[in-house]
């Protein structure tokens, strides 16, 4: 949504136009300005709250460019939408906290577990995990019903962030996260977590064959329900715990992105026909 000039449809002149028409529509231009602000508005981890020199968060759907059925704020590109419109959706999103597009890191991801530490901004295709001591990078990870965990030692000046659906999960990216994080100087007791919003327990059914690869206390077998459903999220903050991040610093968002298609972006809600989200987390210049 550009602006237009917004000029009242029947100014001709500058000699005819009412001053205070003019006030109106500066005011109004103004109020649109603030509400597109606040559409674009990601959910911001409360664990991060009181972490200084810190940018972390998940976006939503709503406040971009792009039509349906990318509507309307899709960071991907990797889904039919308009190249264009995803690179302003990006610039909408993330120029306001300070990282423009060419200040992201971006992992190309592949539903793996293989992490690189990254020193530049840029595509890196073959990873579904990124770490870095490098202020001024913004590490980006995707998602439309698979998770964004972003990780933070503030101490050490390491970040982290990994893509985490029920493949990534079951290879353990999450340790080999922190494992990495831990190469860069970090502890896992200093770390702080979030998992960010993906689908639930309740919509996340899957076969079987899925189901036996997950520790049972997270598999769940409702009445009624032909097949099992995974609690990812209760795993996910399971192996954060076991790779040693402290309980009191794991958040885990409850929203779940299939049941939420209002706010979120869902591939299985929505027939793979849909935008992706970010989950994002970085250390300003």
Same mark, same amino acid.
């Given at each position: 949504?550009? %602006?237009?000039?917004?000029?009242?449809?029947?100014?001709?002149?500058?000699?005819?136009?009412?001053?205070?028409?003019?006030?109106?529509?500066?005011?109004?231009?103004?109020?649109?300005?603030?509400?597109?602000?606040?559409?674009?508005?990601? @959910?911001?981890?409360?664990?991060?709250?009181?972490?200084?020199?810190?940018?972390?968060?998940?976006?939503?759907?709503?406040?971009?460019?792009?039509?349906?059925?990318?509507?309307?704020?899709?960071?991907?590109?990797?889904?039919?939408?308009?190249?264009?419109?995803?690179?302003?959706?990006?610039?909408?999103?993330?120029?306001? @906290?300070?990282?423009?597009?060419?200040?992201?890191?971006?992992?190309?991801?592949?539903?793996?577990?293989?992490?690189?530490?990254?020193?530049?901004?840029?595509?890196?295709?073959?990873? %579904?995990?990124?770490?870095?001591?490098?202020?001024?990078?913004?590490?980006?990870?995707?998602?439309?019903?698979?998770?964004?965990?972003?990780?933070?030692?503030?101490?050490?000046?390491?970040?982290?962030?990994?893509?985490?659906?029920?493949?990534?999960?079951?290879?353990?990216?999450?340790?080999?996260?922190?494992?990495?994080?831990?190469?860069?100087?970090?502890?896992?007791?200093?770390?702080?977590?979030?998992?960010?919003?993906?689908?639930?327990?309740?919509?996340?059914?899957?076969?079987?064959?899925?189901?036996?690869?997950?520790?049972?206390?997270?598999?769940?077998?409702?009445?009624?329900?032909?097949?099992?459903?995974?609690? @990812?999220?209760?795993?996910?903050?399971?192996?954060?715990?076991?790779?040693?991040?402290?309980?009191?610093?794991?958040?885990?968002?409850?929203?779940?992105?299939?049941?939420?298609?209002?706010?979120?972006?869902?591939?299985?809600?929505?027939?793979?026909?849909?935008?992706? @989200?970010?989950?994002?987390?970085?250390?300003?210049?």
């Amino acid at each position: 949504m550009e %602006d237009s000039g917004g000029l009242p449809s029947d100014f001709t002149s500058i000699n005819s136009l009412n001053f205070s028409h003019f006030h109106v529509c500066s005011d109004y231009k103004r109020k649109s300005s603030l509400m597109m602000e606040a559409a674009t508005t990601p @959910l911001r981890p409360t664990v991060f709250a009181d972490v200084p020199g810190l940018v972390a968060g998940f976006s939503t759907r709503h406040g971009g460019a792009s039509a349906a059925p990318y509507a309307s704020l899709n960071l991907g590109l990797s889904t039919g939408d308009e190249d264009a419109r995803v690179q302003q959706n990006r610039r909408r999103l993330f120029a306001p @906290l300070g990282f423009p597009p060419e200040r992201l890191a971006i992992a190309g991801q592949v539903h793996g577990e293989k992490i690189k530490t990254v020193t530049e901004a840029g595509l890196f295709p073959g990873y %579904d995990g990124l770490v870095t001591q490098k202020r001024g990078l913004l590490l980006c990870i995707s998602a439309a019903d698979c998770a964004a965990v972003l990780l933070a030692d503030i101490e050490a000046g390491a970040i982290g962030a990994c893509h985490a659906g029920w493949r990534g999960t079951v290879a353990g990216i999450v340790g080999k996260t922190v494992a990495a994080l831990e190469a860069l100087g970090a502890e896992a007791a200093r770390l702080r977590a979030y998992v960010s919003p993906c689908i639930s327990a309740e919509h996340f059914e899957v076969g079987p064959e899925v189901a036996a690869q997950f520790d049972a206390a997270f598999v769940r077998r409702w009445p009624g329900k032909a097949k099992p459903h995974v609690d @990812l999220k209760a795993t996910l903050a399971a192996q954060l715990e076991a790779a040693g991040v402290p309980a009191a610093g794991i958040e885990v968002s409850p929203h779940c992105t299939f049941a939420e298609t209002d706010r979120f972006f869902s591939y299985r809600a929505e027939n793979g026909e849909t935008g992706r @989200l970010m989950g994002f987390i970085g250390m300003p210049a």
